[in-house]
């Protein structure tokens, strides 16, 4: 089956430096995409989502842009923090699942994120 | 407000015992998830519910595996026998969604750190 996968299983960064996770997917039909993070310990945290009749949607420090053509999805990370140090997950929603939104979602392995001080 | 609860956080069974593992929702929230997370699989979607009843039950692994949801606060996953190989963190979470095109915010409680020895 098709399957939703990372590119960089970590990524180092110094404190204060912007940060790209990035992700592959590889079902053509999926139509909404969100990022996770999860810190130690603790259950995943919904971050940001993106519809695919957007390339580029912002939250507070955090943008994700979307590339249909070549089925990539990024998350950036202004001006990184300690607090940011996690795992990253990105997810796909195919629009065959009966009820959209989160009920369909296929989890990546996810990306962790470390920051030096 | 609280979120997700879960119960026990860590568990620590032999072989061939029954294995119990509880869910609290967010209050509201008319749609339950079951996940396991494993360092081999990633995050895999075990069973959800919808109003307490179970919709997509295929991500559960075998028979031993079983879920319940009697009322819209309270939700159980049962593992009985269990065995070394269900060693993984388990989590629940929930959303206000269903049907439709949802937002794929999924809230997570702490989860359940299962071993089986």
């Known amino acids: 089956g098709e399957s939703v996968g990372l590119h960089l299983p970590t990524l180092s960064v110094q404190e204060g430096d912007n940060s790209i996770i990035n992700c592959a997917y590889s079902?053509?039909?999926?139509?909404?995409f969100i990022w996770y993070k999860q810190e130690s310990g603790k259950g995943p945290q919904f971050i940001i989502d993106?519809?695919?009749?957007?390339d580029k949607r912002q939250g507070q420090r955090v943008t994700v842009l979307l590339n249909k053509t070549v089925k990539h999805l990024s998350l950036q990370i202004a001006a990184t923090q300690p607090g940011d140090s996690a795992v990253y997950f990105c997810a796909e929603n195919p629009p065959s699942y009966s009820g959209g939104g989160a009920d369909g979602l296929t989890f990546g392995k996810g990306t962790h994120l470390i920051i030096q001080p | 407000d609280a979120g997700v609860i879960q119960s026990p956080r860590h568990e620590v069974t032999e072989m061939g015992q029954e294995v119990t593992l509880r869910c609290k929702p967010i209050s509201g929230h008319n749609s339950l998830f079951w996940y396991r997370q494993t360092m081999m699989r990633g995050l895999e979607l075990l069973i959800y519910?919808?109003?307490?009843?179970?919709?997509?039950d295929s991500g559960m692994p075998e028979d031993r595996f079983s879920a319940k949801m009697p009322n819209a606060s309270f939700s159980t996953l049962k593992i009985q026998p269990s065995e070394p190989r269900d060693s993984a963190v388990y989590f629940c979470?929930?959303?206000?969604?269903?049907?439709?095109?949802?937002?794929?915010?999924?809230?997570f409680g702490e989860g359940s750190r299962l071993t089986v020895l």
């Open positions: 079902n053509s039909a999926s139509d909404y």
């Open positions: 993106i519809r695919s009749n957007m």
């Open positions: 979470a929930s959303t206000p969604g269903g049907g439709g095109h949802n937002t794929g915010e999924l809230f």
């Open positions: 519910f919808n109003n307490n009843v179970p919709i997509d």
